[in-house]
């Protein structure tokens, strides 16, 4: 088992929005994980990867055999967790190119492997750019800084790409996304997509699992996870909307 | 009230100590020039925080030492220089140990005829032209206590005098030293850069100090920009951390020069940077860009004024400061735009960050403006490092230092960036890696 979520609970600032999560994602496998505005779903993927304004109050995280709860951020991505930003930060000063570097050598450190040297680092560049049709003078310019929204959400999974992660979280990735990046971004994930890794795409709407498809789909609903299936259950989802699970809550099983 | 009267008591009652050190040079008529500056000097009241331009500035940490007038000599090796040089850059060294020039110590490469770099000292003794036409002209000694001090006490110094139409290509280099001894003492530089007609020249005006003792570095620079002059100025300030620093930078642009600016400095005890500049001719360019960087209980403050007495010219200014620990800093920039300054672009920028609660920045930009066809604007911030950015370099596996250190450069980059020696772009990329990246 990759990722096991036991009864998690979660809140900020005081309020309670994950009310005992449960799930199992293995190697191999995408998993979605579709809810309305306000379920939970962000709170999710930033409890995943350590942000610290929210606090645990129930329930464990077991990560590849490691307490991920007792992980900083940083060793959770040295580890091989990527989270994805819905809103990717920008940060005037620091280019593409030296966030990588810095970010693949403090990982290979952590791992005990050699640092790249700067041809092999730009060979790796070069190849992840191209899955995610990623101009090459995007590599010097600042970190998300005069980026359009689909340029942003590209350069997170090219980020992704080098990094290399065995857990990669998309946290909304597809927000706000014309067709053609939805395409691109889409085409780059696929790629990525191996028997090794396991991808969790968090998304509100149906149409990126058109080109992402899902192993499994689940839907959270006011911080639990209310339904589970197949990559039907999000076709189903979208036909029927959200208010199906508010009206018929009584029916659904845990 | 006593102890202002003791600092100025302590500089008149020791005057004649520091005649005497003339050497037989006080029947020159440079020498009424600085007793007139003692009169002056002697009847100023010593500044307070009730003064607006010493509103956040409090000096009662420096006036209660007596600063013997008269600095030790001191022994310095070549090898102790070099620490202090750049690497990689081709330049002419000045180099001035507790304020005396060190002739031993310094080198100079080819220059182009008739252009002078040396020392004040001997400019006084030559009784050079140049100096009797631009002495005390920019930076005046009335309203201004530690100007006419330093024009009193004034000995040595820098002097460049680049004459109309020649150009200094490797940047002039100039290092004061100071090495303390148990006594504490006041040196006071006096530097005179004169860059005429269509000229060009480049200054490093480098302050620094080795070993942690006790002395006030009280200096005044005067810079005359000619027509269509450019000078590039930069000043390090890098000092130990029980010594007080007060400067005054003052400089006059003529018709379409060009000058820059540049101030780094990780501080001293107690540091006050006032700089100075004036359009005194139509179609003139001014950079003025600063970074400071303090930590501890150090003080900083930056005092700039940027006068539009002409129209048709450009001025950019754009102060940044990191403060660590319980350092305090000041900014106060003040963009002044005369009635006759039409067509005035003038943009003034100031950005801090406070690395702790018990850091404070006052900034305090100003802008006046009397003419009506002029664009101007000027803004200051003051935060905390972007926790969001920096939870984003951490979640791609970078650590609290690396990141930490990774936003600050970003931070510092621009003003660095637009410094024209790579040399000493390298030299300040290494000061703010150890500084942040441990």
Redesign the interface.
Known sequence: MLLEIKNLHARIEGNEILKGINLKVDAGEVHAIMGPNGSGKSTLASVL????EYEVTEGEIWYNGKNLLEL???D???EGV??A?QY???????SNT???K???N??RK?RGEEELDAMEFLELLKEKSKLVELDQKFLSR?VNEGFSGGEKKRNEIF?MAV?NPKLAILDETDSGLDIDALRIVANGVNKLRSKDNAIIVVTHYQRLLNYIVPDYVHVLYQGKIVKSGGKELALELEEKGYDWLKNNKAEVTV | MMSNKDFKEWFISNYKTFEKSLNGEKTTSFHQIRKEALSKFSEMNLPTTKDEEWKYTNISPIIKHNFSVIPPKADLSTEEVNNFLFDKLEHHLLVFVNGEFRNDLSRLNDLPSSVEVGSLSDAIKKNHPALMKHFGKYAEDSHNLFTALNSAYTKDGAFVFVPKGKIIEDAIHIIFINKPTQDKFVTQPRNLFIAEDNSKVTVIEHYTSIGDGVYLNNTVTEMFVGENAIFDHIKLQEESKKSFHISRMEVDQERSSNFSSHLISTGAEFSRNECTTRFNGSGGESTLNGLFMIDDEQFFDAHTMIDHAKPHCNSYEHYKGILQDKARGVFNGKVMVRPDAQKTNAFQENNSILLSDDAVMNSKPQLEIFADDVKCSHGATVGKL?E??K??????????E??TA??I???A??VIKSIRIEALRDYLEEIISKRFNQ
């Open positions: 990867a350590g942000r610290e900083s951020p940083e959770r991505a040295r990527f989270l930003f990717p930060v920008e940060i005037p000063g620091v030296n966030l990588l810095t970010a693949v403090e990982i952590y600042s980020q990094l | 972007d969001e950015a939870f984003y370099l951490k979640t791609r596996g970078i650590g609290e690396a990141a990774m936003l450069h970003a931070f980059s621009d």
